[in-house]
């Protein structure tokens, strides 16, 4: 489901590192500075559409040039940017210098390990299906609506030359999942410009405004079905089944991302080990809830237990603010503002593909601040069965843990936390997956562990821990599917039956699940990064002995920025030798 994440990273005054000559670190901090600004320049000139979700609105209007001279010349110019990187004394550089060395340097090696080894411009059509995404325009009111739709015009007018682009790039015989997909998003991007986008813009009075967005939205339907029916006619004949990338390049996406260099095999090993684990947690969650049930029916009971279609958003809104006091009250972790996220209606045009999410604005963005939690409304036009459906994933327990995911202390926190610190401009452009989406997970059983849930009543806090064992049950299956299916030549039937098995599912999400796999190996990092933060905690807590409290660990992650947890161990451990561990 998800895309590459602009994650925000920042580093305080707290860095660990060698002390150095004065002279030298400035001559060194001069030119990695030089060089460095030069390669954010170049990077979000390719990328402009990253850099409006950043918050660098001098992009409004623009997308990726994908032609092959384009292509190739980026590529050269981050080979350029990895050698002179690399021709750097890091050690002549500041403390914060130093780590934005690294954090800079892996992420250009990551980039070429897309284009060269992944080829996810030639091998990927899912690169392409989506590439049309106005969606920030109608979301974030930075501008006045009519320069956001000129800003809409601007890029749908480029979306004939981009399809074109994109399918002389493709190689001939591409995966059939990858195919499938991107014809099901090529679709579904159609359809969000025809329908939501026009509805989203239904007030617009400017007629003359309007009428050169309609010429413009239908150039760029015409050209996006053109996209689909051109992968349907020509791809999905010659589709084959290689989507696996391998033990090789697996192990590079696990050392270039995230600076593990621990063997996929091990790290599978410990995740069979967790979903044991996991299951046994879950199945004494359902004993003591009903011990005459087996523990998926117990599940399913619980599920029942959802507010109506009317207090689903009011319900949320009440609850979140009681999750957010039970951090304070229980000195779980500072927050540092005041300001509180707003829970709303997911907009129409955003419902198709989200059922909650959290929307913060991007860390150089100075005018549309505002952050949103989003939930999905039930639809008045659905089946009584579709709204009960609906409803169930909403039940009371699963949905306070979604609040704690995206909200307290999870990503929104996470958001505050880096608001209020200090940063570079690298430091909030290039981060880690891991620690993002680790730490929204660990914070799930965190706060339960910490008593979130639990008044006294055996039965409810049994229906939470349920509900969130649910939750780290469909993420371990995730690890253990990524490296079976990359490593291991597992299929897509067996990775649906993987998951039905081991996270008591249907088989619609379950194969969903196994679908995004094939083209997002790094889901497994979800799992991955709360593991290595639950070995951080116990390594910090020896380290702290009494001065230990929860609060001053959970600050000092979220106070020390979001780089690969591999680097927060140097950050936070004072012991060289623990640093390299991360298991």
């Known amino acids: 489901m998800k895309k590459i994440i602009l994650l925000l990273l920042v580093m305080t005054f707290g860095f660990i590192g060698c002390n150095k000559n004065d002279k030298n670190s400035a001559s060194g901090d001069k030119a990695f500075q030089k060089i460095s600004k030069e390669f954010l320049d170049g990077y979000l000139n390719w990328r402009p559409q990253s850099g409006v979700s950043l918050g660098f609105h001098q ?44 954090m800079l340097s892996s992420n250009i090696k990551r980039e070429l390990f897309n284009f060269e080894n992944l080829k996810i411009y030639t091998k990927n059509p899912m690169t392409y299906a989506g590439a049309i995404d106005v969606n920030i325009y109608i979301k974030r009111n930075f501008a006045p609506i009519e320069q956001q739709i000129k800003s809409i015009i601007a890029i749908e007018n480029q979306a004939p030359k981009l399809y074109e682009d994109s399918k002389a790039n493709l190689q001939d015989s591409l995966a059939l999942p990858h195919i499938q997909l991107a014809i099901e998003i090529a679709k579904g991007s159609a359809s969000f410009l025809g329908n939501d986008l026009l509805l989203a813009l239904k007030d617009v009075k400017n007629d003359s405004l309007m009428k050169a967005f309609n010429t413009a939205n239908k150039k760029a339907i015409d050209a996006i079905n053109g996209y ?105 972790i500072t927050m540092p503002s005041e300001v509180r996220v707003k829970v709303e209606e997911t907009p129409a045009f955003a419902r198709a593909t989200s059922t ?23 639809d008045s036009k659905w089946t009584a069965k579709q709204k009960e459906d609906w409803l169930a994933q909403f039940n009371f327990y699963t949905t306070d843990v979604v609040s704690v995911h995206e909200a307290y202390p999870g990503h929104y926190t996470q958001f505050l936390h880096l608001n209020a610190s200090d940063a570079s401009k690298i430091q909030k452009i290039f981060g880690s997956y891991a620690y993002i989406e680790g730490w929204a997970h660990y914070t799930e059983k965190m706060m339960l562990d910490a008593g979130f849930g639990n008044s006294g009543d055996p039965i409810k806090a049994a229906k939470y821990r349920m509900a969130q064992s649910g939750d780290a049950l469909l993420r371990i299956c995730r690890l253990c599917v990524s490296i079976n299916t990359h490593c291991h030549g597992m299929n897509v039937e067996d990775a649906t039956k993987f998951f039905m098995n081991n996270w008591y599912q249907g088989d619609k999400p379950s194969r969903q699940e196994a679908l995004r796999g094939t083209f997002d190996p790094g889901y497994l990092f979800y799992t991955l990064g709360k593991l290595q933060i639950l070995k951080l905690r116990e390594d910090y807590k020896k380290q702290e002995g009494d001065k230990y409290s929860l609060q001053k660990f959970n600050d000092a992650m979220l106070d020390n920025g979001m780089p690969p947890i591999r680097i927060m161990r140097e950050l936070l451990l004072k012991d060289k030798k623990t640093w390299n561990e991360i298991l």
């Open 59 to 102: 992009y409004d209007g623009k997308i990726s040039d994908y032609s092959k001279a384009s292509l190739a010349a980026e590529v050269a110019r981050l080979k350029g940017y990895d050698k002179k990187l690399s021709e750097i004394d890091s050690a002549s550089l500041s403390t914060q210098n130093y780590y934005d060395w690294k």
């Open 228 to 332: 689909a029916s051109f992968l349907e006619k020509e791809k999905l004949p010659k589709a084959n089944t290689k989507y696996a990338i391998g033990n090789e390049d697996y192990q590079k996406m696990l050392l270039y991302g995230e600076g593990i260099t621990m063997s996929a095999d091990d790290i599978l090993a410990i995740g069979m080990k967790e979903l044991q684990k996991e299951q046994a947690a879950f199945n004494a969650a359902a004993k003591i809830i009903n011990p005459n049930k087996k523990p998926v029916d117990v599940y399913n009971d619980m599920q029942k237990e959802h507010p109506t279609a009317e207090s689903l958003i009011p319900d949320a809104k009440k609850n979140i603010e009681a999750i957010r006091q039970f951090l304070i009250d229980n000195k779980i």
């Open 356 to 378: 909650a999410s959290m929307d913060t604005p991007g860390p150089f963005e100075t005018k549309a601040t505002e952050a949103y939690y989003y939930i999905t409304p039930v």
